[in-house]
């Protein structure tokens, strides 16, 4: 055993040293922001979207972007950026998040968020919510003003209805397109819950097809704050209550200053299981690797040889951006820290 | 930066060579194993607890260790072994999980239960379930049973029903003291959720007597993989349908074979915030430390320097335990490698 010492020895000593560097190389530059959306990854090129979809796609992630980009240009923290991004897209029809969100096998709509503030690691999560029109809202209302982090259903609904908060109906969120995708879904699964978002246009539903059609935003402020949300409906077709890992601090969601912050997208349970969103921020602080090396070795190494499906969006304290998927597309978009806009759909 | 990849260079290589050592000195040896057990932590020396009243709880700990070892000893998988023994703690009701759950603000008792396999990282969880006389059995359904991983209160005892589980009423679950406890802590706290246990005994509540009554074990058999459990009634007094860490796979349960198993109790918010299950076993994965030393790390500098109040029991590929807490007290119990049997309650 005593090689073993040793090298924990030498490795100790490096680790400290290259910790010690990176302090002095790396510290955030006061003014620096950016910031990156994703809304859900999925096999996007079987959708076979026409041009007039994939504007229609493109135009609400650089809305949501333009809207992100003015909070952190005039100063506004990551979180309210995070917020204020995920709350358009979750208006959007187009995506499974608040408005347009994916059906339960009875018919509902419950939807999952989180929030995480970077700064000060508070949290505030919600499940299982039907009559919030902004789930991110309810649970950036958690975050900052409950003594509890994580609230299911009507109980989050009672909570944020005494924050001052107003409920919708349950009619708001739903669409026509999720409402035929349901019935297709039930009639080709023979009911079976589907595990995943199965694309909105009437094709024959199977893997290759999928779609997840979860929304999510990582930010970093001009204070060198980060913050990570993520918002959705979950899996079309869910049955029991199901919760994904959107919802989950850890898992879909995750955001330490000075390390990263990340959003998944994907088949929730893998992402459960792998605890994707701290693993990537685990290899930066603990294995000191780069967020590229972290994003890539946690979802194309560890989540792609269990078979996960799905990606994530990730940003470091110096700005630097990282998409990452296993699937042929994800819907997503940046501002990064020169300003530049950035919209994409395929790989 | 030049000096800078040079020192990430031999980082890596150190840590490949580290790596290869390890594999090379510590694989698990057939026929070993062992377990460890929590009811909970908290501030007991409080509670002063009478020498009847401690006997009693070392009692409940010593027949769930017993139930452990036989499932161990005969050849039974750590997944087994952990779902035993914390029935057992459930169906005592000196515990809060399973009978003599603490209630909630409405009088109602809603129970949360996880469960992971370190061998396929298979995962099972349920929150919020009213009328399921094991959670932790629940949770195990889910795992080997469901496609998903995470279910809701009803959604949760459908799915369990359907699977030819038979649900008990609600009756079952509650206890005079828990009623008792429900009365004080609202009249002392102005109906505020208490966000502790709160101790059973009439005594005046306040920080400095708070307990934690989650119960957990993590189990390594002798086909070398890990196990970890995890029950809990929550938090008295507790509102609005408040998810603790106890079901939230990485928070406050996590087990991954060659590395750690790992079972947590406390105030559940700080747990989810610092993802503390899988932060004591990032550690070891990536920061290459003792099982010892990352729980030392994540539960006395990480958890402890933000004022996260609890503790939490662990074991490694190795079958060494490791027990850790902030609080002054642990109900906690273990059968180490050579058979030796162990209880205690204070530090």
Known sequence: ?????????????MSFLTGMAQ???????????????????????????????????????DSALKVGYEVLK??????????????????????NAGKGSVLCNDGTIEMDAAIMNGKTLDVGAVAGVRRIKNPISAAKLIL??????????SGAEDFVVQQGMELVDTSY????????????VKLEEGGMQLDHDSGDYGKKTNETDEKFGT?????????GNLAAGTSTGGLVNKKYH??????????????????????????????????VAYDIASRIKYGHLSLQAAVSQTIQLKLKSSKGRGGCIAIDKNGNIVFNF??????????????????????
Chains 1, 2 share one sequence.
């Open 74 to 95: 005039t100063g506004g923290s990551s979180l309210l950026a995070v917020e204020k991004v995920i709350m358009v897209l979750e208006d959007s029809p187009l995506f």
């Open 23 to 61: 302090v002095k190389d790396n510290k955030p530059s006061l003014g620096k922001f950016a910031l990156a959306i994703h809304g859900g990854s999925g096999n996007i090129d079987k959708m076979k979207l026409s041009v007039e979809e994939q504007k229609a796609y493109r135009a609400v992630l």
């Open 144 to 153: 900052s003003k409950s003594k509890s982090v994580f609230l299911y259903g």
């Open 215 to 223: 929304v999510g935003c990582v930010a970093l402020d001009q204070a």
């Open 326 to 347: 296993t699937t042929s597309g994800m819907f997503r978009g940046s501002v990064d820290v020169n300003g530049k806009f950035h919209t994409a759909i395929y790989r």
């Open 1 to 13: 055993m005593k090689p073993n010492y040793f090298f924990f020895l030498i490795l100790f000593t």
């Open 242 to 275: 199901r919760i994904g890992d959107s919802p989950l601090i850890g898992a879909g969601t995750y955001a330490e200053n000075g390390v990263c912050a990340v959003s998944c997208t994907g088949k929730g349970e893998d992402f459960i299981k792998h605890v």
């Open 173 to 184: 969120f739903f669409t026509e397109q999720r409402r035929r995708q349901l019935e297709r």
